[in-house]
């Protein structure tokens, strides 16, 4: 048993839709949320910047005696995940892995579309799962232009957002492509949008949040790390950003439930 608790880390709000399913399957767990806010978004920053912005974050949570660490953030899990386990050896960390391998062994159509940013579409993690599970699918990559910047400044319901979104998926949509992954945690606070831009055409768009919240419990239970029944679990939201955005990291989670 162990009650300290999770940290959750991403860039910006995003890592809410991993903070949520982790706490629907461990409402008794403790969790430490941290949005960086300052330097969001990391879509098309460096590489070597990404990965001392996530040395940052994760060593914060570190210091906040975080028990496990999850890097809600694909942008930062493809620029820093191992030099992360490396350097913090003594903590399992979990990050984003890329929804190819499900999409490609769903798909009918063999027409897979893939919605990230451009470091994440750039990163070997996803290169090799891409190479490995789509030998005979088409694979179509496409950058959500625009989507961080939509759900940080709270326009998901807007006529922006939805011509946003359909720039990048109708194309896909007209490719014949029956499975659409989320590959940023940001995006799934577009989903009523994309339903309504995929319409009926029998189309799946997988979100990876349930996966890793199933891999969270996995290593819980791997590692004897389980908060203890007469725990009473807490949520604290971190961040680089003022307090202002702070607030909004915990209305935002407050509101996702």
Same mark, same amino acid.
């Given at each position: ?24 399957? @461990?409402?008794?767990?403790? !969790? ?107 694979? !179509? ?40 992954? @989320? ?10 949008? !994309? ?23 996995? @290593? ?36 996702? @439930?």
């Amino acid at each position: 048993m162990n009650d300290a608790p999770i940290g959750v880390y991403d860039s910006g709000l995003g890592g809410l839709t991993v903070w949520r399913e982790i706490r629907r399957v @461990l409402p008794d767990e403790s !969790l430490v949320y941290l949005g960086d806010g300052k330097n969001c978004p990391y879509g098309s920053r460096p590489r070597e910047e990404i990965r001392r912005l996530a040395d940052e974050a994760v060593g914060r949570l570190v210091e906040a005696g975080c028990k496990l660490i999850v890097v809600a953030c694909n942008t930062a899990t493809a620029a820093a995940i191992d030099f992360l386990r490396e350097k913090y050896a003594g903590v399992p960390i979990v990050g984003m892995e890329p929804a190819v391998k499900p999409a490609c062994l769903a798909t009918r159509s063999r027409v897979v579309g893939v919605l990230a940013t451009e470091r994440s579409l750039d990163g070997d993690l996803f290169r090799h799962t891409a190479a490995r599970y789509g030998e005979g699918i088409e694979v !179509l990559m496409v950058p959500g232009r625009g989507f961080v910047e939509l759900v940080e400044s709270d326009r998901e319901e807007t006529p922006e957002a939805e011509a946003c979104v359909r720039a990048a998926v109708e194309p896909m949509l007209e490719r014949g492509a029956d499975q659409i992954v @989320l590959g940023c945690t940001h995006y799934p606070f577009l989903l009523p949008v !994309l339903r309504r831009v995929v319409g009926d055409r029998g189309v799946t768009i997988v979100d990876p949040s349930p996966a890793v919240a199933r891999r969270v419990v996995q @290593l819980l239970d791997r590692y004897g790390l389980r908060a203890s029944p007469t725990h009473r679990p807490t949520c604290e939201f971190l961040t680089f950003a003022d307090e202002a955005y702070r607030r909004r990291l915990e209305q935002k989670a407050l509101a996702s @439930l």
